[in-house]
């Protein structure tokens, strides 16, 4: 009906036309400046809870800091618009290499704080290192 109208009635379709709808609200606005430093308070208190925690470390990625921060806030696209916390994260976050030696300087710790000797291998079997990657830290 709207197309033979268009066509053959154009004034009549125009006067009879309902008003346009007002624009659909689209994703809630954000003051980034603010979040970003909500969220970098966020992201430090993860860094500090994974560097003190007890036991073997585990490493510190942007994924394991964001579930437990619990939210989507460090993905690609957000990081753009959170300055502060992008820069936080690349001095933080841990490639392979120094989470390897992060995790070997807590087996020696460790070692030496129950009176083991300190071997090679004792090392990499409490550091949970393989012998390719170790050679590679040496």
């Keep these: 009906v709207y197309a033979w ?3 053959y009635d154009r004034e009549f379709l125009m006067e009879n036309m309902p ?4 624009p659909k609200a689209g994703a ?5 400046a603010k979040r970003d430093k909500e969220i970098l308070e966020q992201v430090k208190n993860a860094v500090q809870q994974l560097m003190n ?11 394991r800091i964001q579930e437990m921060i619990g939210t989507q806030c460090l993905m ?3 990081l753009r618009k ?31 704080k129950d009176g083991e000797t300190l071997t090679l ?6 550091a949970g290192i393989s012998k390719l990657s170790f050679t590679v830290i040496e």
């Design 5 to 7: 109208l268009y066509l």
């Design 19 to 22: 008003e346009k709808l007002p």
């Design 28 to 32: 809630t606005r954000y003051d980034w």
């Design 53 to 63: 925690e007890e036991g073997k470390p585990k490493r510190i990625t942007k994924q």
């Design 76 to 78: 690609p696209k957000h």
């Design 82 to 112: 959170m300055p502060l916390t992008k820069e936080y994260l690349e001095q933080v976050v841990e490639d392979s290499e120094t989470f390897r030696k992060r995790r070997i300087e807590w087996a020696i710790r460790e070692m030496k």
């Design 121 to 126: 291998n004792k090392i990499k079997q409490k």
